[in-house]
T-cell receptor
Framework: NAGVTQTPKFRILKIGQSMTLQCAQD?????MYWYRQDPGMGLKLIYY???????DKGEVPNGYNVSRSTTEDFPLRLELAAPSQTSVYFC??????????????FGPGTRLTVL | GDSVTQMEGPVTLSEEAFLTINCTYT??????LFWYVQYPGEGLQLLLK?????DKGSNKGFEATYRKETTSFHLEKGSVQVSDSAVYFC????????????FGTGTRLQVFP
């Protein structure tokens, strides 16, 4: 049971490049989340999903896209990278039954730098 | 809107020292309050929580009490260890959306032998 895994751990992009941050969980959780943490700031919700085929915007969705074709995977896509997207990205998941904020399990994060 | 404010780090302590990391919040209604910890190279883990006023959350020697009158949820530990070195995040879950988490900025704790 690996929990929540994220790849890559680190990445440097040039302005305008695209990339996909991968997130997978093996706990059969329905809910999945993407957060970003800017230097000196708290985590902010980018997108979330309550199940396969269902996604919704969080607090800071601009510049990102997500898809949820399976229960296990929740990739985050950056189409045209900008320096403002330099951040640490965390993926999380939680079960729906009796779910709540305290049941979120986090991945180790992806550190992205856009130059 | 709802928000969490926590003390800036890093907090540097010697082993066996007393730890306090301050956290205050702004929220409507009665949020749930949490402390998460992130050890080097790992994801955030729930450390403790409290869901109503005067509740005390505790785990691994850490404690925090939900103080409605001062809107605070300070984290304390009586005797820290080197293995407690990590980043600590205070967070709240609003009463109007219990699946949502609002985080503070995190406080890095460094404990030296």
């Amino acid at each position: 049971n690996a929990g929540v895994t994220q790849t890559p751990k680190f990445r440097i992009l040039k302005i305008g490049q695209s990339m996909t941050l991968q997130c997978a969980q093996d706990m059969n959780h329905n809910y999945m989340y993407w957060y970003r943490q800017d230097p000196g700031m708290g985590l902010k919700l980018i997108y979330y999903s309550v199940g396969a085929g269902i996604t919704d915007k969080g607090e800071v969705p601009n510049g990102y896209n997500v898809s949820r074709s399976t229960t296990e995977d929740f990739p985050l896509r950056l189409e045209l990278a900008a320096p403002s997207q330099t951040s640490v990205y965390f993926c999380a998941s939680s079960p729906p039954q009796g779910g709540g904020a305290d049941t979120q399990y986090f991945g180790p994060g992806t550190r992205l730098t856009v130059l | 809107g709802d928000s969490v404010t926590q003390m800036e780090g890093p907090v540097t302590l010697s082993e066996e020292a007393f730890l306090t990391i301050n956290c205050t919040y702004t929220a409507t209604g009665y949020p749930s309050l949490f402390w998460y910890v992130q050890y080097p190279g790992e994801g955030l883990q729930l450390l403790l929580k409290a869901t109503k006023a005067d509740d005390k959350g505790s785990n691994k020697g850490f404690e925090a009490t939900y103080r409605k009158e001062t809107t605070s949820f300070h984290l304390e530990k009586g005797s820290v260890q080197v293995s407690d070195s990590a980043v600590y995040f205070c967070a709240l879950s609003p009463s109007y959306n219990t699946d949502k988490l609002i985080f503070g900025t995190g406080t890095r704790l460094q404990v030296f032998p």
